[in-house]
């Protein structure tokens, strides 16, 4: 039990050193969005117009606190709160970043330049006697206020609670689009969509689907040509059960991937009692696979949670 505790508080001064060099876990949603558009960004800026996002869905108003194994609901049910979530990830790709700066400014010096024309326009009319400049000031409406334009929805299936979110940005070349919850039968609906929105960035977020196997063996090339050949990790937050214990996976552009075991979660709140613990030293390129996570709980927390449980007791 000694060797236990010390191999445990060994891992948590690992786990602090690795935090203060790399980003933890978020705390929350918004958090989970601010990190999500921050990594889409970078990925973007890197010439990366193909992502593929992997969100939690926050636990649904209807879940109670005595529930022991709460539901996250069926896609239908996570629809609306993971759509609201994309929205906000795509309004902040589409309004932020080095090239949404760049487009607001040449917004801002077309407007300007739109604005010494009507003056001067409306200068030399009265200076002729025209008398006309006060009517051309109407004309401002052609500025740009900045604001960012609402996020449009179009179902794809209702059936799959499938949907193409589109966001235009300040200009063209920064609208964004993002398909939420493809399934396997969504695959000609994925390959219209990218041949839709060329040279603009695209996100499927959450899919349906994890291999190739999963489209079957007739589709298998068709889905690897149109969709794992062209879309790569951008943001990932994911939760699962890994020997016991709660582990949590992130992705972050360009940093790579990174692994925690939340010890002695509850599941109502998500929050632990305990720091999460990091579960590699560094990120690593490649999404970890079961047997490597198993394998390194087993080396960082011999105990069980249920007999953790029981030691409490």
Known sequence: MRVSLLLVASSFLTSLAAALQYPGLPTSAQAMVERATKSCLAA???????LTLNLVVPLLPTVRPEDIDPWPGGLNQQFPTVERLTQQILRGIAYNGAAAAAAAAAAAAAAAA???AVAYNGAAAAAAGDGGGGGVS?????????????????????EDACALLIQEGPAPALDCAAVVFPGVDQLQDLKRVDS??????LLIVNPQFRRVEDFG??????????????????????????????????YDFPTGWRSFAALDEAPMARTSGSPPLSLHDDPLPERPEY?????????????????RGMEKK
């Open 138 to 158: 109407g004309s401002s409406s052609s500025s740009s206020s900045g604001a960012a334009k609402p996020c449009s929805t179009q179902v794809l299936s209702s």
């Open 291 to 307: 047997e490597f996570l198993t394998q390194r709980i087993n080396k960082l927390i011999p105990d069980f949670a249920w007999k």
């Open 44 to 50: 973007r800026d890197a010439g990366k117009m193909r």
């Open 217 to 250: 063996f007739w589709r298998k090339q068709e889905a690897e040509a149109a969709v794992f050949a062209r879309f790569e990790q951008g943001f990932s937050f994911e939760e699962f059960s890994c020997r016991g214990e709660q582990v949590k996976l992130t």
């Open 114 to 116: 739109a604005a010494a």
């Open 196 to 201: 839709m929105v060329t040279g603009r960035l």
